[in-house]
């Protein structure tokens, strides 16, 4: 680890150790699943841990080496709240973060992979990296198609954020080219991803869903549709 991602972990470390809950944490884990174990510290009480322990490491200096050295030393604890640690510092730092960090960003997708986490580096990591640069658009088309769906959900969804700026044709082509699959976290993320383009153009979502109703699954179609039918009904009453 670099010097600086080492203060971090030794400071966030110092702050959980003190906030750790065993009594709130078996809950948390059955939350995921049993995916992960974790120190049973909700979210409202480890955001200002981790915003001191950022302070305190100089967490503002912080370059995109020590953010992927960081970020890999928060995955190998075992307990969940160091990967949503870690994930929070990457949003604070993003504007740092290139085309370089994206190799990082696919083992940390890949890697103890689970929705909460993925989702929030598809959309607020990868997305930022690839809306900035945008020669980085040719790997989502490689992640689109990997047999990992983690990867191809992350590619499904790393243009949530980009609201009036996502390139519909894209977006279209990969809910498309996944329609097919029986894989619930594809399905859910194609309708996701299409439910947060009807806020920007509903007409071009409908006709889409519409065109592509027997390719599409039944839930990526209602969860594509949810906003446009919930304006419906309330323009009706």
Known sequence: MTRASDAYLV????????????GRAPAMAAYMRDQFPFLGIPKPARTPLERDAFV??????????????????????????????????????VQVLGAGFLPTAEQLITTKSWW????????????????????????????????????????????LAWKDGTDAAWLFDA???????????IRKAIGWALRSYSYVDAAAVEVFVTAHAGELSGLSRREAM????????RSST
């Open 226 to 233: 949810k906003a446009i039918e919930r304006a419906r009904s």
């Open 11 to 22: 400071a966030l470390d110092d702050r959980f150790s003190g906030a750790r809950d065993p």
């Open 175 to 185: 809910c498309t080219a996944r329609a097919g699959d029986r894989e619930f976290f």
């Open 116 to 159: 909460d986490t993925v989702d929030d580096l598809a959309s607020h990591v990868v997305g930022s990296i690839v809306r900035a640069d945008r020669s980085q658009r040719a790997l989502m088309d490689r992640w689109l198609v990997a047999t990992d769906i983690w990867l191809a959900r992350t590619a499904i969804l790393h243009q």
């Open 56 to 93: 305190a490491a100089g967490g503002n200096a912080f370059d995109e080496k020590d953010l992927a050295d960081l970020a890999l030393a928060c995955w190998s604890r075992d307990e969940r709240e160091y990967q949503y640690a870690a994930c929070d510092v990457l949003r604070r730092r």
